[in-house]
């Protein structure tokens, strides 16, 4: 089991910057095996795929709406991934979900998922 943790979420104005971070804990020897994919859920909408990034970081995908914007790394040391978003806009906002799974298969979510964190962009 897999617990995941978000943090770095608030409020902004469009054209902002955000770092986002999600924290693994419990069965994290296995951490640096996982898949890990954002997702964000705005409200009345469905939860959608934001971006993912494989066990060795050597692959990533993204939304076509973030492409260009937001960027997912992730330090296996830490057990921690990251998702710095940049020139935020009104659309954005969302409650940010990270996820865990062990293939890499966007935008198809894994079994463990965080409590995600609010992010809200307005002026």
């Known amino acids: 089991q897999v617990q995941l943790v978000e943090s770095g979420g608030g409020l902004v104005q469009p054209g902002d910057s955000l770092r986002l971070s999600c924290a693994a804990s419990?069965?994290?020897?296995?951490?640096?095996?996982?898949?890990m994919t954002w997702f964000r859920q705005a409200p009345g909408k469905e939860r959608e795929f934001v971006a993912a990034?494989?066990?060795?970081?050597?692959?990533?995908d993204y939304a076509d709406s973030v492409k260009g914007r937001f960027t997912i790394s992730r330090d296996n040391a830490k057990k921690t991934v990251y998702l710095q978003m940049n020139s935020l806009r009104y659309e954005d906002t969302a409650v940010y979900f990270c996820?865990?799974?062990?293939?890499?298969?966007?935008?198809?979510?894994?079994?463990?998922w965080g409590q995600g964190t609010q992010v809200t962009v307005s002026s």
């Open positions: 990034i494989s066990w060795d970081g050597g692959l990533t």
């Open positions: 419990g069965r994290t020897a296995v951490f640096y095996t996982y898949t």
């Open positions: 996820n865990a799974d062990r293939r890499f298969a966007p935008p198809r979510p894994g079994p463990y």
